[in-house]
């Protein structure tokens, strides 16, 4: 609002989506970028293997690069990049370095405005960067990081709600993919009834599966049976014959 009637470049204070997982709020992160249009770059805090991703290493040491602000604002386009930590709870402490300390003048706007990655050794305004964190438990997440941020909590869906969501992913899928033709429009409501219980993360799994099985029984719409259990890992039984 504050920006709409104005040449100044959209501002959002960082945001941290705070959820059980599966709920969505990565594919929501995502979703922000391609909506806002000024790039994205993406940190997966959960297998990062660097503590200095994001501000870089300083060229003296073996296999150094920049870190993934600088990247993203020099390879784009925009001086408001939308970057998404993600799963921020989940930064292992082992590292050499802490792979937050970065954040801590990274989410000031004042300090931003004069960040250093310590392989390029030049100095950029990383203050437009809009942040935007995902994380399932706050208790692993530093206070100084929880003081920067504004906390979004983002609660497990309700039946109807799972029920709406589901729809949409079936016609993703069916829309997206050349066999989605042999399917109707909408599946039958009482296949929307078994992914109610699932999350989200979940439901696009289900649902891949449940269409190969309708095609595997040389039906072309989803019955309930097609459907996989609520909660079903990944692992499966498999047999070899020789």
């Known amino acids: 609002a504050l920006v709409h009637d104005s040449g100044d470049a959209l501002e959002i204070t960082p945001l941290l989506l705070l959820g059980p997982p599966g709920v969505g709020k990565t594919h929501f992160a995502r979703e922000v970028a391609a909506l806002l249009g000024t790039g994205m770059g993406f940190v997966a805090m959960s297998?990062?293997?660097a503590g200095w991703v994001l501000s870089g290493a300083s060229s003296q040491w073996k296999g150094a690069r920049p870190g993934k602000v600088f990247e993203t604002l020099v390879?784009?386009?925009y001086a408001n990049p939308v970057i998404v930590v993600d799963e921020i709870d989940k930064a292992r402490a082992e590292h050499a370095y802490d792979p937050l300390g970065a954040l801590y003048s990274l989410l000031e706007h004042d300090t931003a405005a004069d960040f250093t990655d310590e392989f390029a050794e030049v100095p950029i305004d990383a203050s437009q960067v809009i942040w935007i964190a995902t994380a399932n438990d706050d208790r692993a997440i530093p206070e100084p990081i929880l003081n920067r941020v504004n906390v979004y909590e983002v609660a497990a869906p309700d039946r109807d709600q799972a029920r709406a969501i589901a729809l949409r992913l079936?016609?993703?899928?069916?829309?997206?993919?050349g066999w989605g033709a042999r399917f109707p429009h909408e599946p039958a409501d009482a296949v929307l009834d078994g992914l109610?219980?699932?999350a989200p993360r979940e439901m696009r799994r289900a649902w891949t599966a449940a269409f190969g099985n309708a095609r595997l029984d040389g039906r072309d719409a989803i019955e309930p049976r097609d459907l996989p259990a609520a909660g079903a890992g990944k692992r499966g039984p498999i047999g070899f014959v020789q």
């Open 47 to 49: 297998s990062l293997t």
């Open 196 to 198: 109610a219980d699932m």
């Open 170 to 177: 079936y016609r993703q899928l069916r829309d997206s993919h």
């Open 75 to 77: 390879d784009g386009s």
